[in-house]
């Protein structure tokens, strides 16, 4: 059974930064495509960053230059190193992969950006 377990999330002051980390079990991330989605309130679940198998990357265009998503084979995680963090980061992240045709979720950590 897949499960995805996000942690690092937190409160952080406008131009802090944070590292979140989505760690997995079942299933091997250096072979799937693995994303961080986040959601804020009232809006659609996003897209903030992927990275295939590979190891070749995409940003959404409000993460570009602040965001890294990188991968450590060795502990089987995905991280999410955020710097220069704004308050319209504000957010609930989520850890997504896709293994043998089915999708899975991690279970979300908040992340907060205020001062």
């Known amino acids: 059974q897949v499960q995805l377990v996000e942690s690092g999330g937190g409160l952080v002051q406008p131009g802090g930064s944070l590292r979140l980390s989505c760690a997995a079990s079942g299933t091997r991330l250096s072979i799937n495509a693995v994303g961080w989605y986040r959601q804020a309130p009232g809006e659609q679940r996003e897209l903030v960053a992927f990275i295939i198998s590979s190891g070749s990357t995409n940003y959404a265009d409000s993460v570009k230059g602040r965001f890294t998503i990188s991968r450590d084979n060795a502990k089987n995680t995905v991280y999410l190193q955020m710097n220069s963090l704004k308050p319209e980061d504000t957010a609930v992240y989520y850890c997504?992969?896709?293994?043998?045709?089915?999708?899975?979720w991690g279970q979300g950590t908040q992340v907060t950006v205020s001062s």
């Open positions: 997504y992969t896709r293994s043998q045709n089915y999708d899975y």
